[in-house]
């Protein structure tokens, strides 16, 4: 028997008050509204302390130990070291690094391993921080000898950077000199020149052509690195929250009594569309002020009115698809013990964007990036990643995937409406993945 008009009214407007009622239950929480204003603040601080931190110079004194088993070696590093040492220290007395002392250790007549061992013994009793080993075969042509540093610190990378370096040039400038060639001519000739990263010139309305603009590379790669994640930060903050929900109305007895006025299908669409009403406000929130400091740094141009409304596009479909997926599990699950059970899956496809999304961005024509595009459960992060990027992928391709994760959203909300209609009144024990399968087919 079909359904009237009438009917249909009635039908939608259930679901838009189950929408209102947990969209406004949302967003009244002062755990939402906590987050809305705190989320920035965490972000902001966080890049701030990342760059104060990195920016932070290391002072400590570095006191290490030479074996030159060449012993010509030690008296340009110990000058270099001090020459480096008086680098460091500004004119107004700011120590903008650490001191690298080094001290000569004679190995002559002793064997090399009882050497080594008294200074890495030195070394654990902090008297040293580290010591160096200078092969006598580095100083011959073709040499494939290696320099041996030891250290209880091997996060610390200053040192052995510096060692590198300066003991590298040494050891080149003293080849060049026992084959009788010319450092300085020999640089010049093979000086190769560096690749100036430009766009493509354009005609402009004049007629004129207009020289090819820099390529920037926080524009390239930053901003479409940071709709993808902005994307997947709101995915996880409100679609997680729909399992939550049912579960504690489950548990509470509250669905028994909201399936007596409505049909379950319409209390999960409204859930449904509460949750995509609460991303939704938290990304006009969250652009708004990503628009601001945009324009404020000269990026404002960036934001363009094609990228935010697939911005908003296929926020709305990760939201239905991971939503629904996650009504599903809090539908077939009893508590949250049997939920976190279920969860593994469920976050690995949800994590699979992050986990490819490099390599998409190295390569956004590869087989790796296509493939992603097209897999359902990746195609809204990775496809707006690629429409941030340049050049954009053909509209083919932007087409195709739309209708695939199109048509798998209509079929995840339509089977999540079979489970949760079939496990929402189901109490004690949590459905196995093989029940969950059968609700989904099953005759109605």
């Not at 053909?394 to 087409?399: A, E, F, G, M, S």
């Not at 995937?401 to 209609?421: D, H, N, P, Q």
């Not at 196995?432 to 609700?439: I, K, Q």
Request: aromatic fraction near 10%.
């Amino acid at each position: 028997m079909g359904v009237g008009p009438h009917g249909k009214k009635k039908y939608m407007s259930r679901i838009l008050t189950v929408a209102s009622s947990e969209f406004l239950t949302l967003i009244r929480t002062k755990a939402f509204l906590i987050g809305v204003f705190l989320m920035p603040v965490f972000i902001g601080a966080a890049m701030v302390m990342q760059k104060t931190m990195m920016e932070r110079p290391d002072t400590e004194r570095r006191e290490f130990a030479v074996i030159d088993h060449t012993g010509v070696l030690y008296e340009p590093l110990a000058r270099a070291a001090e020459a480096r040492n008086r680098a460091v220290v500004s004119a107004d007395g700011t120590v903008r690094a650490g001191a690298f002392v080094p001290s000569k250790v004679d190995a002559a007549g002793r064997p090399i391993e009882d050497v080594r061992l008294e200074l890495s013994d030195r070394i654990r009793r902090e008297e040293l921080f580290a010591f160096i080993e200078i092969p006598a075969a580095v100083l011959e042509r073709g040499s494939r000898a290696e320099l041996r540093y030891h250290s209880n610190h091997p996060a610390h990378d200053d040192l052995p950077r510096w060692l590198e370096a300066t003991i590298g040039r040494e050891i080149v400038q003293r080849r060049f000199e026992a084959a009788s060639l010319d450092r300085n001519m020999v640089d010049a000739l093979t000086r190769t020149p560096d690749v100036d990263s430009l766009g493509l010139l354009e005609r402009s309305d004049q007629g004129a052509i207009k020289e090819a603009a820099q390529v920037d590379r926080l524009r390239t790669f930053a901003i479409p690195v940071s709709f993808m994640m902005m994307m997947f930060l709101l995915v996880m903050s409100s679609s997680p929250q729909l399992l939550n929900s049912v579960i504690e109305e489950k548990m509470s007895r509250i669905s028994e009594v909201l399936v007596a006025s409505v049909t379950p299908f319409q209390l999960m669409m409204g859930k449904l569309l509460g949750s995509v009403g609460v991303s939704l406000v938290l990304a006009v929130i969250y652009l708004a002020g990503g628009y601001g400091l945009a324009r404020y740094w000269g990026y404002g141009t960036v934001l363009t009115p094609g990228l935010i409304a697939s911005f908003f596009f296929y926020l709305v479909l990760a939201v239905l698809l991971f939503g629904s997926m996650f009504i599903a599990i809090g539908a077939a699950c009893t508590d949250l013990k049997d939920a976190q059970n279920m969860m593994t899956p469920a976050m690995i496809l949800v994590m699979f964007p992050v986990f490819t999304w490099a390599a998409v961005i190295r390569a956004p024509e590869s087989g790796l990036a296509l493939g992603a595009s097209f897999f359902p459960f990746s195609t809204p992060f990775i496809m707006l990643l690629r429409i941030a990027l340049q050049p954009a992928p053909p509209i083919w391709q932007i087409i195709l995937s739309t209708v695939l994760v199109g048509a798998t959203v209509v079929f995840a909300v339509w089977a999540a409406g079979r489970i949760f209609r079939a496990g929402l009144l189901m109490y004690g024990k949590a459905a196995t993945p093989r029940e969950m399968l059968r609700w989904v087919f099953q005759r109605a």
